[in-house]
Nanobody
Framework: QVQLVESGGGLVQPGGSLRLSCAAS????????MAWYRQTPGHQRELVAT???????NYADSVKGRFAIFRDNTKNTVYLQMNSLKPEDTALYYC????????????????WGQGTQVTVSS
């Protein structure tokens, strides 16, 4: 069982920045790949960024060059630095511990936190 607590969301103007944090419980954090997802009402959860246990990162095309995912295994925490935010980035953001298949594709586990709301608006 892994408990996740996301934080760092808020209201920001277009072009602004936010850093999200996700603190995970347990002793196996460093072995997990970690991901950030986001979801808006009436839509499926969207994969935004992933980072493997070896710090290999991958991003959705919509956030490449603007977002950065990184982790601190000493703190059992994964971060999402979001720059140049756009109104279409508005969503509830979740982190998830998972893994990657041999092709590098991320697969999630069933562990989810409550999410942190990001609203980009002037």
């Amino acid at each position: 069982q892994v408990q996740l607590v996301e934080s760092g969301g808020g209201l920001v103007q277009p072009g602004g920045s936010l850093r999200l944090s996700c603190a995970a419980s347990g002793s196996r954090f460093r072995f997990y790949a970690m991901a950030w997802y986001r979801q808006t009402p009436g839509h499926q959860r969207e994969l935004v960024a992933t980072i493997t246990s070896a710090d290999i990162t991958n991003y959705a095309d919509s956030v490449k060059g603007r977002f950065a995912i990184f982790r601190d295994n000493t703190k059992n925490t994964v971060y999402l630095q979001m720059n140049s935010l756009k109104p279409e980035d508005t969503a509830l953001y979740y982190c998830n511990p998972g893994g990657t298949d041999p092709s590098g594709r991320y697969y999630p586990t069933d562990f989810w936190g409550q999410g942190t709301q990001v609203t980009v608006s002037s």
